[in-house]
C-alpha cells in the first residue's frame, strides 16, 4: 500500500510588502526540491483559509508564473489579521492534519510570531507532527533578534526617494513640509528619510521617531529656527510619535481592528500644521501628506538586496525545516563584521519574535529630532544607490 503524500502549506499574513512574494516563491522553490516534501500547497488569506478549507495546488505553476508573482507586490496568497483563539488553533491544526501537512510556512510579521507558536503549541498538545517555520517580513523592520527584515529596505527606498523629491519640490517653493510616516512604536521607516540629504541644507531637517518623546515646544521652535536659517523646512515624523506620558500626538479616535487608534489617515499632518500655523503665523505656507499604505508595496522602488534576501529567507526556511530532525521557529538576518555587506540565516525561536518589537537602539539616534551617521551607514546596503541630483551654478548676469 502507497503511503500518503506528505505536504506543506505556505500562507501570508499581516500587512504586505513589495517583496512578500518573493518569500512565497523561496518557499515553494524550496519545498519543490526537498526530500521528503510531495506536495506543496498555498492558502487563502492564511489561519483563516485554513478553517474556511481555502487550499491551492502550488506544485505544478509553472516556474515562469512563479517568478512574475515573485515580481509583484502586495500578497499573492491574500492576507489574514486574525488571531486565532486556542479553539481556534486546535482546528487548524486539525484541519492541517486531515489534510497530510507536515510543515506549515506563515510569512509575516510579529503578530504572525505568535500565531505560528501557537499553532505549533496547538500541534504538540495533540502530537501531531506538523513543523512551523514563520518566514518575516515588516515594512516597519520592528521584528525582534533579527538585523533587519525583509519588506523594510523596499519601503525605506521608497521614504528616501519620495524624501529627494519633495525636498526639490520645497525648495521650489519654499515653506514648511510635514510627512508623517508609518511606524507606531518603531521609528526605522521614518528614520530612513535621512538618506535623502545631499547637504548640510537638504531636507529633511527634522526627523521624529517615537523612541524620543515628542515634545510640542520643542517642534514649533525648531521648525521656526529652521525657516529663520533656510527659509523652508521639511519634517519627517512617525505617525506613533507621543508626549512623555506615552499618549498619541494624533487627533485621531478612529480604532483599527485590534483597538488600536487608527494612525494612517491625515488627522496627526493636519493637526501639527494647525499647531504651526497657530505659533508661526497664519500666513506661512505649510503643508502636510501622510504616505499611509503607499510606503508598503510601491512597485518602483523595489530595493535589489531586499527582493533576494526575501527569496533566501523562505528558501532558508525549507532547509531548516527539513533538516535532521526537523526543526520549528522563525528565520532570521544576521549581518556579518567586515566591510562588505554579508548576511547569513539562522532559525530562532519563535518565543523570542512572538508580540516583541525591536526599536531603534540609541546609537542610531542624535538628539531630539535625527538620527546619527550609524543609522545611515547600517542602512544604505538594505536601500542602493540613489540618484543624485544637479543644481544650477546661478552664474549671475550684470544688469543690462
Not at 499632518?269 to 510601491?298: K, P, S, V, W
Request: one cysteine or more.
Amino acid at each position: 500500500m502507497a503511503s500518503s503524500p506528505i505536504r506543506a502549506v505556505i500562507g501570508q499574513a499581516g500587512g504586505p510588502t513589495a517583496v512578500i512574494n518573493q518569500s512565497l516563491v523561496g518557499v515553494v522553490q524550496g519545498c519543490l526540491e526537498a526530500k521528503g516534501i510531495d506536495q506543496v500547497f498555498g492558502v487563502l488569506h492564511g489561519v483563516q483559509g485554513i478553517l474556511d478549507d481555502q487550499l491551492i495546488d502550488l506544485t505544478d505553476e509553472e516556474p515562469a508564473t512563479l517568478e512574475r508573482v515573485a515580481l509583484t507586490p502586495g500578497a499573492a496568497l491574500r492576507s489574514v489579521r486574525l488571531r486565532p483563539d486556542e479553539e481556534q488553533a486546535a482546528r487548524v491544526v486539525r484541519a492541517l492534519d486531515r489534510h497530510g501537512v507536515r510543515y506549515l510556512f506563515y510569512i509575516g510579521g510579529n503578530d504572525t510570531a505568535e500565531t505560528a507558536l501557537l499553532l505549533l503549541q496547538a500541534a504538540r498538545e495533540r502530537k501531531q507532527e506538523l513543523q512551523v517555520v514563520h518566514v518575516p517580513k515588516t515594512v516597519d523592520n520592528d521584528l525582534a533578534v533579527t538585523d533587519h527584515s525583509p519588506g523594510y529596505g523596499s519601503a525605506a527606498r521608497f521614504v528616501a526617494l519620495a524624501h529627494m523629491g519633495d525636498e526639490q519640490d520645497n525648495r521650489s517653493l519654499l515653506g514648511v513640509k510635514v510627512n508623517v510616516i508609518m511606524g507606531r512604536h518603531a521609528g526605522w521607516l521614518t528614520a530612513s528619510a535621512g538618506l535623502a540629504r545631499e547637504s548640510g541644507e537638504s531636507g529633511p531637517h527634522l526627523i521624529y521617531v517615537p523612541e524620543r518623546d515628542f515634545v510640542m515646544d520643542e517642534f514649533l521652535s525648531s521648525v521656526s529656527d529652521c525657516m529663520e536659517r533656510h527659509g523652508r523646512c521639511v519634517v519627517a515624523l512617525s505617525e506613533g510619535i507621543h508626549d512623555a506620558q506615552g499618549a498619541l500626538i494624533s487627533e485621531s479616535r478612529e480604532l483599527d481592528n485590534h483597538g488600536n487608534v487608527q494612525l494612517s489617515g491625515g488627522g496627526l499632518g493636519e493637526h501639527l500644521i494647525a499647531q504651526l500655523r497657530g505659533a508661526l503665523g497664519a500666513g506661512i505656507r505649510a503643508r502636510a501628506d501622510t504616505f499611509g499604505y503607499l510606503q508598503r508595496t510601491f512597485p518602483g522602488a523595489i530595493s535589489e538586496v531586499d527582493a533576494r534576501e526575501a527569496r533566501e529567507v523562505g528558501r532558508a526556511a525549507v532547509e531548516f525545516a527539513v533538516a535532521q530532525g526537523g526543526v520549528s521557529g522563525s528565520v532570521v538576518i544576521q549581518r556579518e563584521k567586515g566591510r562588505e555587506y554579508r548576511v547569513r540565516y539562522e532559525l530562532a525561536a519563535l518565543e523570542d519574535l512572538a508580540q516583541k518589537t525591536q526599536v531603534m537602539p540609541k546609537r542610531f539616534l542624535d538628539g531630539p529630532h535625527d538620527v546619527s551617521p550609524k543609522f545611515l551607514e547600517w542602512l544604505r546596503p538594505l536601500v542602493g544607490d540613489l540618484p543624485r541630483f544637479g543644481t544650477l551654478g546661478h552664474y549671475p548676469i550684470p544688469p543690462a
